[in-house]
């Protein structure tokens, strides 16, 4: 167990990864002498040369095209997206190339490689830079999609993408890269199964990523006052072993799903679908959606933390679920 | 204005009388059309009493506490709506005709209203579904007077249906956890007399009932009224802690039916000679104790039981029990079997639950395949008694505890 933070857990992933594994390229604008847009490739260019760490044009289509050329041959590459803003940009790549490759060529070739980014708000970042933008992804087959909110999991999960045999799209937060924890000897849970971060009886918690965070703060103070949330964090939304959430609804027949992303056509709203599917008949209450306002992020600090959930929203809206008390935002 | 009398409405479908709970609106006060004037209780919740017509209160003519029956007359009130829907002749003359207050047959309640408009949450539902509980019967607490799952559970600790069921309890309330042992089609809570009280001397609570359709229990329509019955006793006599399932014969299908049910507070299921498995059951052993009508034939019925031989005196309370429920045993066996084929098949459920399952079997059963064990599911643990008949499991409650907690 080493105290480190969630930036230096994705670094140690890479190294730990490279030793291992002598496939493994690192591609993307700034990875190499700079050492990434936030620092999580420092140094690694000097450890294992420019050939596995290469510094990339301006191009996310000519990254993320040379990551699954790369891949399609034999290599493991990760590839760094600066902005998972910039996906756009690369989605033909990912979406109708990475994803669908396997399929296309009857299982003959496989896309084994990583694309790493960042998303989220958290640093004044503006409109084109703090997106969440999860549900993209989630909406093409073929991709597995993993957001970590811890330290470990930074770590672990990092590695577990680097072993496995679809392309992983790997999205860390901003606002997490400074975040201190232990990096634990085994991964907390298994590839693709969500966590218990808090046990409660009154009702579920369903979030990911930075949410996470916001949601423990809110069961804490909603421990306060007599309620007792279980906060469960997804780390895989694919693939995603949703029975455990479906046991955990059907226990306190109360269910709200936290995202940073945008409400409408969110992996919040699918989720609560899910929930709603399986577990209709252990409903006290319609699942609730928490998320961010369906607004472009502004670069204001006091209106960017505005448009996205608080802990002391998620505390309110649960108080609403469990004992109809009306939050003052209402 | 007219003076005329309020009689009390029919409040529910099985309603006769109600009791007043009490007044809301004095004599002098007016009141307007909605507004409750009274709270009665019925035999299955209190409700209010609204005003279909705005008026002004003269006189109580009952007070809280008193039983009052459909149509009497309650109070005296002036109201200006009824006066206007009377001829005009006779106005003044009023009083001496008892004017039905037409208030509709299910008024919305503080509680739940009935009917298509009750507001119960999808867990209450399944809940009031899965114990026979009157929905409309719940107070709920919950937004805009919604039934929650706690209002139901309440209800269900305040009314246990356990009506009449006899069973007998041992150890009650023991916190290492409840047995609930079901015994067969035709037989009682006595085939478990030496089990239970080995197992209360374990430390457990336990529970041997009289099936409904059987004993000293009421009677039964089927085996899914039976369920329900059992779930009942369940909630009312364990309603927390661990649940340990042992079913023989019929009793088999209740419990895995139950283990089902209750989920993983269930933590191990003991089948006994299970029904449900194999496609064959013996229509004779069936047809002769649903029939016997003598001593003698009963002896035959019995004998392929493979249970030894049996006393007049038991072979005589056993004939007195199978007349007092030859119609609800009659349709159970009819549940069970059709010309010698099992018409209810448990392997989907077994392989369904993750409770450990543990079975039982004679290798001499006559009335039963033991080689049904072969549909339970892989990873049941099967127990083999060689040369033991329908009833494996008497003189051997040793290995039946064994199996419950080893």
């Not at chain 1, 989220?120 to 992804?137: D, K």
């Not at chain 1, 409660?200 to 804490?220: K, N």
């Not at chain 2, 229990?217 to 309603?239: K, R």
């Not at chain 2, 802690?241 to 089902?260: E, F, K, N, P, Q």
């Amino acid at each position: 167990m080493t105290q480190t933070t969630y930036r230096e857990a994705l670094r140690q992933a890479l190294i730990d990864g490279m030793q291992a594994d002598s496939d493994i390229i690192l591609l993307g604008e700034e990875v190499g002498l700079y050492g990434g847009a936030y620092g999580v490739t420092k140094g690694l260019i000097d450890m294992f040369g420019a050939h596995r760490v290469m510094d990339a044009p301006i191009s996310e289509p000519a990254i993320i095209g040379a990551a699954i050329g790369a891949a399609m041959t034999g290599l493991r590459p990760v590839a760094e997206l600066m902005y998972v803003d910039f996906i756009g940009m690369a989605m033909d790549q990912l979406a109708n190339q990475a994803a669908k490759s396997r399929y296309m060529f009857g299982g003959q070739i496989g896309v084994p490689m990583v694309l790493r980014t960042q998303g989220g708000t958290g640093r004044s970042a503006a409109a084109q830079h703090s997106q969440s933008l999860e549900a993209w992804m989630l909406h093409v087959p073929g991709l597995r999609l993993v957001m970590p909110a811890s330290v470990s999991d930074a770590y672990h999960l990092l590695r577990q993408a680097l072993e496995q045999p679809d392309p992983v799209v790997f999205i860390e937060h901003k606002g997490l890269y400074t975040l201190k924890g232990d990096i634990t000897a085994e991964p907390e849970a298994p590839w693709g199964a969500p966590l218990v971060r808090r046990a409660g009886d009154d009702l579920t918690i369903v979030t990911w990523s930075r949410m996470v965070h916001e949601a423990l703060a809110a069961a804490a103070a909603l421990a306060d006052v007599g309620i007792t949330a279980e906060v469960i964090d997804l780390r895989c939304l694919n693939p995603l072993d949703d029975a455990m959430i479906f046991a955990s609804v059907a226990r306190t027949g109360r269910a709200m799903i936290v995202t940073e992303a945008v409400v409408t056509g969110s992996v919040a709203s699918d989720i609560a679908a899910r929930i709603g599917e399986r577990c209709f008949d252990w409903l006290e209450e319609p699942v609730l959606r928490i998320g961010g306002e369906d607004i472009p992020i502004p670069v204001s600090p006091a209106l960017e933390r505005g448009s996205i959930p608080s802990a002391g929203l998620i505390a309110d809206a649960a108080r609403w679920l469990v004992r109809r008390e009306a939050p003052q935002w209402a | 204005m007219g003076l005329t009398v309020l009689t009390l409405p029919r409040l529910g479908e099985t309603m006769e009388e109600a009791r007043v709970t009490d007044w809301l609106v004095a004599p002098g006060q007016t009141y307007a059309r909605g507004d409750v004037l009274l709270e009665v209780e019925t035999d299955k919740t209190v409700v209010e009493v609204p005003a279909l017509a705005s008026g002004v209160m003269r006189a109580h003519l009952v007070g809280p506490g008193d039983i009052v029956e459909i149509g009497q007359v309650i109070a005296e009130v002036e109201s200006d709506t009824v006066a206007a829907l009377l001829p005009k002749e006779g106005l003044t003359e009023l009083p001496a005709i008892p004017t039905v207050v037409d208030v509709p047959k299910k008024p919305p309640t503080a509680a739940a209203s009935a009917g298509p408009n009750l507001r119960a949450s999808p867990r209450a539902r399944r809940m009031a579904q899965g114990s026979k509980l009157d929905l409309q019967s719940v107070a709920g607490t919950g937004p805009r007077g919604r039934v929650t799952g706690a209002d139901v559970e309440t209800a269900r600790q305040v009314k246990p249906r356990i009506a009449g069921m006899a069973c007998d309890r041992q150890a009650a309330g023991a916190e290492a956890g409840t047995v609930l042992l079901l015994h067969g089609l035709f037989s009682t809570r006595s085939a478990f007399v030496g089990l239970s009280a080995r197992l209360a001397r374990a430390g457990v609570q336990v529970l041997a009932p009289d099936l409904p359709g059987h004993g000293d229990s009421p009677d039964a329509s089927g085996l899914a009224q039976i369920e329900g019955g059992l779930a009942d006793l369940i909630d009312a006599t364990a309603p927390t802690g661990d649940l340990y399932l042992v079913g023989h014969s019929m009793g088999a299908i209740l419990a895995t039916r139950l283990a089902c049910r209750f989920g993983d507070r269930v933590k191990r299921l003991v089948l006994l000679a299970p029904a449900g498995l194999g496609p064959r059951m013996n229509q004779l052993f069936l047809d002769i104790l649903c029939n016997a009508e003598t001593p003698a034939a009963l002896r035959r019925g019995m004998s392929i039981l493979g249970a030894g031989p049996i006393s007049d005196a038991a072979l005589g309370l056993e004939l007195a029990m199978l007349r007092k429920h030859r119609a609800s045993q009659l349709a159970l066996a009819r549940e069970l079997s059709t010309g010698g084929v099992q018409q209810i098949d448990i392997a989907d459920e077994l392989d369904a639950i993750a409770t450990p399952v543990r079975a039982l079997f004679g290798t001499a059963d006559a009335v039963l395949d033991w080689q049904d064990s072969a549909r339970l599911p892989v990873r049941a643990a099967i127990h083999l008694r060689a040369g033991a008949g329908h009833l494996p499991h008497l003189g051997a409650e040793a290995i039946v505890e064994e199996m419950l907690f080893g």
